[in-house]
């Protein structure tokens, strides 16, 4: 037994000696230093790793560092420790080729290329040259479309892929898409009522009704628009809804152009956007409330092309704000384009309950809605049918696939029923607006089950006109 503890701690010491640094080839890159919060993890936390290579390597405490068994960052002794690492030295890099499997093709050290939306290089690792790809995943990849096909009998919509995404990471297209960040202040707007509390319960057998098909409101009910690629769905649906919204309300003449998005873009507070990564719906509504909005000639929009978001080029001076306070329409307009245009304001924001049958009714009797939707990467293949979220198989496949989602901000202009094929049973589709050009989906509209993807949790519209709120709250009177 004596003999069992002296080589116990004979090997505890052999251990002690260990050089636990990486081999004098590994250069020492920052991985656990360009970590976001924390840097580095106590005990075990398999989440805590960096992208290394085709692999990962981890900023934990639990990796072991010895010799022939590590799986630490070359930087965690450095950043995790505060073990003052020297700069090691190189071995001379070695020759060879990468070979692809997928294509057959060799490439040469140093070669990089495209599969789909990932960047594979052809690199060394430590003394072998050895081909590194990117595993994002991809809008337009067979992953998702596969996934897609096992679930398809349940789901009852179809899919396609579009050009438009080619090469497009889905992390990457949940940012430049959609463009709403979710804003708990709007859950406690208050909310409108019906003004007739019998056609409100007649909502619920009226089986199927769309805005654009109203002889009343003929012409007035905006098309599809393309955001392009910044991630502005927090102003866009807002401004088309409220041109919606305007056009119906009587004795306004409606606009002969789309009212600007790129004036709430540039001009709202900072604290409004995250630059074309999103906005918050609630400042769009507060900044046509209290400023009002241009046409598109006055002050076009740019954003799509360019990707990002530039100052406000269009100043109102204190008269114009104390105009636009009294209800009074701005005329002087001094429009970027230098072209003219027209400057209109509006009554304040409201929220619809979601239950469908308020929702129904809004659309109904008032107009257009702004719903914000939870966007799984399937959205971007819908082609037809009716949507809802599917389950994510493909989100087993590889841990970077977990938790892609996004929050995108649409126009409900109606609803339809139709008879599940699997259940037999009849349900209910929003009928919805997207802003991704008419190429996407049925030319530009979609369809999306009542309840799904939480599509009734954040409904909001507004009267067409604040003089139109003052004239009605008079005649209440």
Not at 38 to 63: E, T
Not at 245 to 265: G, T, W, Y
Not at 345 to 369: L, M
Request: proline share 5%; charged share 25%; with cysteine.
């Amino acid at each position: 037994m004596a003999r069992l503890f002296l080589l116990i701690n004979i090997f505890i010491l052999l251990l002690s000696q260990i050089d636990c640094r990486y081999a004098d080839w590994e250069e020492v890159k920052p991985y656990c230093k360009i970590r976001p919060n924390p840097q580095c993890c106590a005990s075990r936390d398999d989440d805590c790793f960096m992208p290394y290579y085709d692999s990962r390597c981890y900023c934990d405490n639990f990796c072991f560092r010895g010799i022939d068994n590590h799986d630490c960052c070359p930087d965690h002794d450095q950043v995790c420790q505060g073990i003052n690492i020297t700069a090691t030295t190189l071995a001379p890099k070695p020759s060879g080729t990468c070979y692809d499997s997928f294509t057959n093709r060799q490439y040469a050290l140093g070669d990089s290329f495209l599969r789909d939306c990932n960047l594979c290089r052809c690199q060394t690792l430590g003394f072998e040259t050895k081909l590194s790809c990117d595993e994002d995943l991809c809008i337009n990849s067979d992953v998702l479309i596969s996934d897609y096909k096992t679930q398809q009998p349940y789901l009852g919509f179809e899919v396609k892929q579009y050009p438009k995404f080619n090469g497009v990471k889905v992390k990457d297209a949940l940012k430049i898409y959609l463009g709403t960040l979710p804003d708990p202040s709007l859950r406690h707007m208050v909310d409108n009522a019906p003004d007739d509390p019998n056609e409100y319960h007649r909502m619920e057998e009226v089986n199927a009704y769309d805005v654009r098909t109203n002889p009343s409101y003929a012409g007035k009910i905006r098309g599809i628009r393309d955001q392009g690629k910044c991630g502005i769905s927090w102003a866009l649906s807002t401004v088309d809804v409220a041109a919606d919204r305007l056009s119906l309300v009587q004795n306004i003449k409606l606009p002969n152009e789309p009212l600007s998005v790129q004036n709430i873009l540039s001009c709202t507070d900072p604290e409004a956007k995250d630059g074309c990564e999103g906005g918050r719906v609630t400042y769009a509504w507060g900044f046509i409330k209290d400023r009002g909005v241009v046409t598109e000639n006055c002050y076009p929009y740019e954003s799509g092309t360019t990707g990002n978001i530039t100052e406000c080029k269009l100043r109102l001076s204190n008269e114009d704000l104390q105009n636009i306070a009294q209800h009074r329409k701005i005329t002087n307009l001094n429009c970027p384009s230098r072209a003219r245009g027209e400057h209109f304001n509006f009554g304040p924001a409201y929220r619809i309950r979601k239950d469908a049958s308020s929702v129904k009714y809004e659309i109904h009797f008032r107009g257009p809605v702004q719903a914000t939707m939870r966007v799984t990467p399937d959205f971007f293949l819908y082609s037809s049918g009716v949507y809802r979220c599917g389950g994510a198989s493909y989100a087993n496949q590889n841990p970077r696939y977990a938790n892609l989602f996004g929050y995108h901000s649409i126009r409900l202009l109606g609803w339809g029923t139709q008879v599940n094929r699997n259940t037999h049973k009849e349900e209910s589709y929003w009928i919805a607006a997207n802003s991704w050009g008419t190429g996407w989906g049925e030319n530009g509209y979609f369809h999306i089950l009542f309840g799904e993807c939480e599509v009734q949790d954040t409904v909001i519209a507004t009267y067409g006109k604040s003089t139109d709120v003052l004239k009605k709250k008079n005649r209440r009177q």
